[in-house]
């Protein structure tokens, strides 16, 4: 058995694991709780278990835990229901969920985009989402969810 410490949306999380190279993803959910990264392909196709790493989209499904270094930050640390991110409440704005499984890669990769970003056009959003799948079809909605979020000044969000 192997201990890591992580540090995940500014606290520091030791976790006990059998195998280093159990994915980041299993990590978060079963041992930290935190279950806003979903499960989608295992494949990293498409997104749904998308966190950041030092302001980098990061997709948990492929990275093992002995790999996770840097600052992580999950959808449950982005911002909180009285106080959501700018992305998340664009979102929330545009209704930019229908079924909700790629909602979290979505906001995680347009959030990071955004911290780098800070007016990114329509085709920038659209290529920092081209590898995030949505299978409903809100993909308009979620790209007009971006780019409100650009407007209101997302990467000063905290």
Not at 2 to 21: E, F, I, K, M
Not at 83 to 107: D, L, R, W
Not at 140 to 157: C, F, Q, T, W
């Amino acid at each position: 058995m192997a201990r890591y410490t992580l540090d995940v949306n500014g606290q520091s999380r030791a976790v006990d694991v059998h195998d280093p190279q159990e994915p980041l993803l299993y990590v978060l959910r079963n041992d930290l709780n935190l279950t806003g990264a979903k499960y989608g392909c295992g494949l990293g196709q498409c997104g749904a278990c998308t966190v950041i790493i030092d302001g980098e989209p990061v997709r948990t499904c492929m990275t093992p835990v002995s790999a996770a270094k840097g600052r992580i930050v999950t959808i449950e640390g982005l911002g909180t229901p009285q106080k959501p991110h700018a992305v998340q409440a664009a979102f929330i704005e545009e209704q930019a969920s229908q079924c909700g499984y790629c909602t979290n890669g979505m906001v995680m990769t347009t959030a990071a985009l955004l911290a780098k970003t800070k007016s990114p056009t329509k085709a920038q959003v659209n290529e920092a989402l081209a590898a995030n799948i949505c299978r409903c079809g809100t993909h308009d909605r979620i790209v007009k969810a971006a780019m409100r979020a650009a407007a209101s000044g997302a990467a000063a969000s905290k």
